[in-house]
């Protein structure tokens, strides 16, 4: 490793496993800063499995020089009503998503026609990501509360997780008409699972109203409800089917364009060598897909990191450890990194 820079803390950061250290690394970056310095990894534990029950172990341990990051999974929109939601709100130095998992992040409808510019450098607009995802949304959301509510009820047998998967999955998109077929169809998958649901636990259904309540006190919306599904289902089986159909129509568009030019023979040939080359893995750019800085969820976690380093900040000045005279300067200085 290179050598640190004296005048900044090292905090460790872990989080649950490889794939978030990208994400957590992105996230951090926007609070570089002359006293505190963070590295992300994901705990050594030995023969010990990764995970969010491996860092909740090490809430005890925590500290200013020792931050957990987590998924949220429901432990948000729990509210303390269940152990782990209690365990995760509750604990001073670690970080908690706000949305279901970093994947729903990734897949922040706003960002989605840049992901298909960089996978397919062609940026003509064929399709409204963000009214497909609103939609999507509003018409997964009756479903979403009854898997959230037998979730917290610890009673998953009600609503299983690959029940809930392969009913919110979209198996293709039609492009026609900002894929209404498709909408179409999941509306009549969702209402059949719905009238079942409600057949065979008539019960849950009046407790169900209170918990929809506690939800929206969360800031649940049937509009925003892809942010608080399970993280995998969302981009697994919804966004990179829309990234996969969207792309492919933008590529034979460009694919066209260039066969389409005054080009011939070997000038032909290159261009499209050229525009093939250029082509990338949907995935991997959904992967590195940093656009979701203006999602509300996300200034949450920041107001929370801001919180966490001024208290820090306030407590290394108050222990003499910073030399400035006063907390103008701290803050004059911070404002000048960049």
Known sequence: PLPANPDQRLVRVYVEGYEDVAFWRGIFDHFHNPYLRFEISV????????????????????????????????????????????????????????????????????????????????????FDFVRFMHDYSCTI??????????????????????????????????????????????????????????????????????????????????????????????????????LNSVCEKLRQMSIARITASEKRGVALKNEMANYTNSLRSIRDVLLDNENYITCPLYKRLQRDIERYIARTIWEMKRRGEIRETSVLGIIHKLRQEP
């Open 43 to 126: 705990p050594d534990r030995g023969d010990l499995p990764k995970g969010k029950k491996v860092l909740m172990g090490m809430i005890p341990d925590s500290s200013e020089e020792m931050l957990l990051c987590v998924d949220s999974d429901f432990d948000y929109l729990f509210a303390g009503r269940t152990e782990q939601s209690k365990e995760v709100l509750g604990a001073k130095f670690m970080f908690h998503t706000y949305a279901y998992a970093t994947e729903n992040y990734l897949c922040y409808a706003p960002s989605l026609h840049n992901v298909c510019v960089k996978a397919t450098k062609n940026d003509t607009h064929i």
């Open 141 to 242: 959301y009756p479903l979403f509360v009854w898997y959230a509510f037998s979730a917290q009820l610890s009673s998953e047998s009600v609503f299983p997780l690959i029940d809930f998967k392969s009913s919110v999955r979209i198996g293709y998109l039609d492009l026609a008409d900002n894929g209404a077929n498709t909408l179409a169809w999941l509306q009549r998958n969702v209402e059949k699972r719905e009238r079942l649901l409600a057949q065979r636990n008539p019960r849950m259904v009046e407790p169900m109203r209170e918990f929809e309540e506690q939800l929206r006190a969360r800031g649940v919306k049937p509009e925003n409800t892809y942010l608080f599904m399970h993280g995998h289902t969302l981009m697994d089986n919804v966004v990179l089917v829309l």
